[in-house]
């Protein structure tokens, strides 16, 4: 009658050489999953940086460009034009 509200939890029991193997195949699972995961990301990382590091030399660039124009021909517009 004291067991009734109790929840019963099932127990397994296992061999602890299955046991050992097993883990050892989920660790070789989870060093795959990592690694392909850190390779995903480390491609991911660099074409992301690739793409910013184009966008801020044409910024760059465009900048300099107008420096160039706005110092080189201050007086002379009908040059540039």
Request: aromatic share 12%.
């Given at each position: 009658?004291?067991?009734?509200?109790?929840?019963?939890?099932?127990?397994?029991?296992v061999?602890?050489?299955?046991?050992?193997q097993?883990?050892?195949?989920?660790?070789?699972?989870?060093?795959?999953?990592?690694?392909?995961?850190?390779?995903?990301?480390?491609?991911?990382?660099?074409?992301?940086?690739?793409?910013?590091?184009?966008?801020?030399?044409?910024?760059?660039?465009?900048?300099?460009?107008?420096?160039?124009?706005?110092?080189?021909?201050?007086?002379?517009?009908?040059?540039?034009?």
């Open positions: 009658m004291a067991d009734e509200g109790k929840q019963i939890i099932p127990v397994g029991v061999d602890p050489d299955q046991f050992a097993i883990m050892a195949r989920l660790d070789k699972i989870d060093e795959k999953i990592e690694f392909y995961s850190g390779e995903k990301f480390l491609r991911a990382g660099k074409s992301v940086g690739r793409d910013l590091g184009t966008a801020y030399g044409l910024c760059a660039g465009l900048i300099i460009i107008l420096a160039y124009i706005l110092f080189v021909y201050a007086g002379h517009w009908t040059r540039v034009i």
